[in-house]
């Protein structure tokens, strides 16, 4: 008989996860998800989760507690009766939740653990500078992220991989891994290992107003700040008063003796921002108020202001 499993998650990053136990013949007897929220344009659609949605179209009774303590709530997870819980990119869970199932409870993290514990693992790998980063099956406990080891499986970034685009290949990679994480657990033949505390890294949730680029660092510094923002929450800086938003570059580190920050461009084949060593070119761009373009679009239709622009270096 397959293990009970109850599924904990919200965004798409849990789907995968969700998808490949039930395709594997693992009994899903619950799924918990946030609640519908409003969003969209004036905020007048109600939004289900990624994981709601397909909880619904297989079948699945869904749970949307407001209070994960709330006394009724924690009495339907105990009469489900499940013998694992999965978590996977869902909030903080109460001990009496996290601790009722007899084989208890494991998470999915998207990082290479003890690095990374946080909000936004894969956002500050890629922030950073990290070659390497991967995902991460642990025991949980009270403390977020600190729970021992079940499986880690890594993966590199390139050094222009966006967290969007290493986030995706996380995304199925950390099902993989959890499909492997919960045979061993239905075997008993698994190990734990105790997290590192002397390597411990943090990953704290990202703030649109701490998006803004600092021109006035190393290129490489910039590009990785850029890339890791990207495509949310979007690292951004000011064109002649107006939000600019930066959603993918190009470093090239260079001598030159021009300030911080200053833009560059032909008006046709570049368009390039100074920096302390070099030049970042901006490639993939969004004007306040219009949509996201190539910046050849963009040059297309925009006039630099004189004191902003210098065709050639």
């Known amino acids: ?14 789907v995968p996860s969700l998808k490949t136990l039930v395709d594997n013949g693992y009994e899903v007897v619950g799924v918990i998800t946030a609640t519908d929220k409003y969003g969209g344009r004036g905020k007048k659609r109600l939004i289900e989760s990624a994981v709601k949605q397909y909880a619904l179209q297989n079948g699945l009774k869904i749970f949307q507690p407001r209070n994960l303590k709330d006394p009724t709530f924690v009495e339907e997870v105990r009469t489900l009766g499940a013998d694992l819980q999965v978590v996977v990119a869902f909030r903080m869970l109460p001990e009496v939740i996290w601790k009722m199932p007899p084989l208890g409870t494991i998470n999915l993290h998207g990082s290479l653990l003890p690095k990374y514990r946080g909000a936004a693992p894969i956002n500050w790998a890629v922030i950073r500078g990290e070659k390497v980063t991967g995902v991460t099956t642990f025991m949980l406990k009270h403390e977020i992220d600190t729970g021992d080891i079940l499986l ?20 199925y990679t ?43 660092q190393p290129t490489a510094t910039v590009h990785d700040f850029i ?82 622009e210098i065709a050639s270096l």
């Not at 880690?152 to 995304?171: F, K, S």
């Not at 590192?196 to 107003?209: D, L, N, R």
């Open 1 to 14: 008989m397959s293990l009970k499993i109850i599924f904990m998650g919200t965004p798409d990053f849990a």
């Open 152 to 171: 880690q499986r890594a993966i590199d970034i390139d050094e222009d991989e966006t967290a969007g685009e290493v986030y995706q290949r996380l995304m």
């Open 174 to 216: 950390g099902a993989e891994v959890l499909l492997e994480t919960v045979k061993a657990i239905e075997s008993g033949n698994y190990e734990l290992k105790v997290q590192e505390t002397g390597a411990v890294t943090k990953a704290p949730k990202i703030y649109h107003e701490t998006c803004e680029i600092d021109f006035n």
């Open 227 to 308: 890339r890791g923002l990207s495509p949310f929450p979007t690292a951004w800086t000011q064109l002649d008063g107006k939000k600019l938003k930066i959603y993918r570059s190009r470093k090239e580190v260079t001598k030159h003796s021009f300030a911080p920050f200053r833009f560059f461009t032909d008006q046709k084949s570049f368009l390039k921002v100074s920096t302390r060593d070099g030049f970042i070119h901006l490639l993939e761009l969004q004007l306040a108020g219009k949509k996201k373009m190539h910046f050849k679009d963009f040059l297309n239709g925009y006039q630099f202001s004189t004191d902003k």
